[in-house]
Nanobody
Framework: VQLQASGGGLVQTGDSLRLSCAAS????????MGWFRQAPGKEREFVGA???????YYADSVKGRFTVSRDNTKNTVDLQMNSLKPEDTAVYYC??????????????WGQGTQVTVSS
């Protein structure tokens, strides 16, 4: 099983960036897919996720700015990030959970992609 994240980079405050994640190696039917991030010196935190049914969940810090979308037929999940702030700087990880988007247990993880927002 592999989750391959891409799309990170260096942007300025207020810019937009889109991350993509392609999952392979098994069926992800019924799985939630989403994104986490980890900033230097901080614990990994939940960003947003989308259930198989299409219900989405977001961290308060990104609501209204970030959007999670997925293509169930292609096993891909994207994270559209708008109005980026320096505090959004982190390594972003995609993940998949067989227990739903609100589960504390995520079964599969991608390798991470760096997002840096300059002020």
């Amino acid at each position: 099983v592999q989750l391959q994240a891409s799309g990170g980079g260096l942007v300025q405050t207020g810019d937009s960036l889109r991350l993509s994640c392609a999952a392979s190696g098994r069926s992800f039917s019924g799985y939630a897919m989403g994104w986490f991030r980890q900033a230097p010196g901080k614990e990994r935190e939940f960003v947003g996720a989308r259930n198989w049914s299409g219900v989405t969940y977001y961290a308060d810090s990104v609501k209204g700015r970030f959007t999670v979308s997925r293509d169930n037929t292609k096993n891909t999940v994207d994270l559209q990030m708008n109005s980026l702030k320096p505090e959004d700087t982190a390594v972003y990880y995609c993940a998949a959970s067989g227990r739903g988007a609100t589960s504390s247990t995520w079964d599969y993880w991608g390798q991470g992609t760096q997002v840096t927002v300059s002020s």
